[in-house]
Nanobody, 124 residues
Framework: QVRIVESGGGLVQPGGSLRLSCSGS????????IGWFRQAPGKEREGVSC????????LYQESVKGRSTISRDSAKNAVYLQIDNLKPEDTAVYFC?????????????????WGQGTQVTVSS
């Protein structure tokens, strides 16, 4: 059974860092592109970052570019999103999902098997 689970969220002060984990079971994550998305209170879900399969493109939303890194750990069948210099506007529930094709943009088109999300709260 295909399953994706996010973890690593929490309460962090502005300027802090978090590493979010996206763990897969029932499939090999290396064979899929993995996207990170977030949904802030009262807002629509938006794409944050995407890592392609087969060493394809990595994409970042402008608001996190330069302070975030998406990466894979094949041995752990996981994808990570490190975000540094966190800001209150990063507060959201963060989700990951898989897509068969390479990352071409940060829309939800083609993404499925969504996890339940992990809450990130940036506040002093």
């Amino acid at each position: 059974q295909v399953r994706i689970v996010e973890s690593g969220g929490g309460l962090v002060q502005p300027g802090g860092s978090l590493r979010l984990s996206c763990s897969g079971s029932g499939f090999g994550m290396d064979y899929w592109s993995i996207g990170w998305f977030r949904q802030a209170p009262g807002k629509e879900r938006e794409g944050v970052s995407c890592i392609s399969k087969n060493d394809g493109p990595k994409l970042y939303q402008e608001s996190v570019k330069g302070r975030s890194t998406i990466s894979r750990d094949s041995a752990k069948n996981a994808v990570y999103l490190q975000i540094d210099n966190l800001k209150p506007e990063d507060t959201a529930v963060y989700f990951c999902a898989r897509r068969f094709h390479l990352c071409s943009d940060l829309t939800e088109v083609g993404f499925g098997s969504w996890g339940q999300g992990t809450q990130v709260t940036v506040s002093s």
